[in-house]
């Protein structure tokens, strides 16, 4: 059974930036289009960013310009570099497969102050 950790989350202002990382065990994570998905509190889990196994890359509008996503296939470990963070970008992240199947992590959670 593959389970999910993410990490790197905190507590940042307005126009700073974070790193997080998803550890994935068990194999079959390089064969897997892998995402990052952002739950706000009173709404509902979206997808802001995804990965193909060869690197091709999606971003949610709202996020284009501000995440880069990239994975570690060695490493079984996804990244999202966030860049220039608004207080709308707070929320819980989690890592998952896409469409997502794999049971879900705890998540990071990632606060942005005005």
């Known amino acids: 059974q593959v389970q999910l950790v993410e990490s790197g989350g905190g507590l940042v202002q307005a126009g700073g930036s974070l790193r997080l990382s998803c550890a994935a065990s068990g194999n079959s994570f390089s064969a897997r289009i892998m995402g990052w998905y952002r739950q706000a509190p009173g709404k509902q889990r979206e997808l802001v960013s995804s990965i193909s196994p060869a690197g091709r890359v999606n971003n949610a509008d709202s996020v284009k310009g501000r995440f880069t996503i990239t994975r570690d296939n060695a490493k079984n470990t996804l990244y999202l570099q966030m860049n220039s963070l608004k207080p709308e970008d707070s929320g819980v992240y989690y890592c998952?497969?896409?469409?997502?199947?794999?049971?879900w992590g705890q998540g990071t959670q990632v606060t942005v102050s005005s």
């Open positions: 998952n497969t896409v469409p997502s199947f794999l049971p």
